[in-house]
């Protein structure tokens, strides 16, 4: 992937990556039925906060406006599949998509070792402020380390005929942006 957008050809690239994590509570002894009925319920309400955490949608951590606004409104976005570990958010009037992703953090750390050692034509650059580690692949595409578990990646590709609706500048900080935003909601 060229780091420029090229007159006439614009391609982009944003990834988020993240997993959730649930917690364990343990119940009280026979010390006496309130405490065993707080205990109980406590342990009810933790495994209920991690289902929700799992079963949230990968969607649901940037909205279509969110995406707009950090493109200075010179595109829109639609949500067009939301898997497991990808949402894939259209770009109507423009052939391209954003890309959230979901992974490991073992998957961010091969991922970054492949990029540095391999002949990809762009390096990573780091990026402070984001989590435990991020960095970017040339101007549209940014993964992030969020936690020991988990890591996000978010990617804008856009193949435009003509006039680009956005700078690479604008792309860059776009990617930092919406990926600042996911990773505090995971």
């Not at 209920?48 to 976005?77: H, N, S, V, W, Y």
Request: net charge negative; hydrophobic share 40%; with cysteine.
């Amino acid at each position: 992937m060229r780091s420029e957008l090229l007159p006439g050809v614009a391609i982009a690239s944003i990834s988020l990556l993240t997993a959730c994590g649930g917690g364990d509570a343990g119940t009280t002894g026979p010390a006496g039925d309130a405490a065993g009925t707080a205990g109980a319920r406590a342990a009810a309400a933790t495994e209920q906060e991690a289902t929700t955490k799992q079963d949230a949608t990968l969607c649901a951590l940037l909205t279509p406006e969110e995406i707009a606004a950090a493109f200075g409104g010179t595109i829109r976005a639609a949500v067009s599949s939301d898997r497991e570990r990808v949402c894939e958010y259209s770009i109507p009037g423009h052939e391209g998509q954003i890309l959230l992703q979901r992974m490991e953090a073992r998957t961010y750390e091969e991922r970054k070792d492949m990029y540095t050692k391999g002949s990809y034509g762009v390096k990573p650059t780091a990026v402070e402020g984001l989590g435990q580690d991020a960095y970017l692949m040339g101007d549209a595409q940014i993964e992030v380390r969020v936690s020991d578990e988990d890591a996000i990646s978010v990617g804008v590709m856009l193949f435009a005929v003509g006039e680009v609706p956005f700078t690479p500048e604008q792309a860059r900080s776009a990617v930092i942006e919406l990926a600042g935003k996911a990773a505090g909601r995971l």
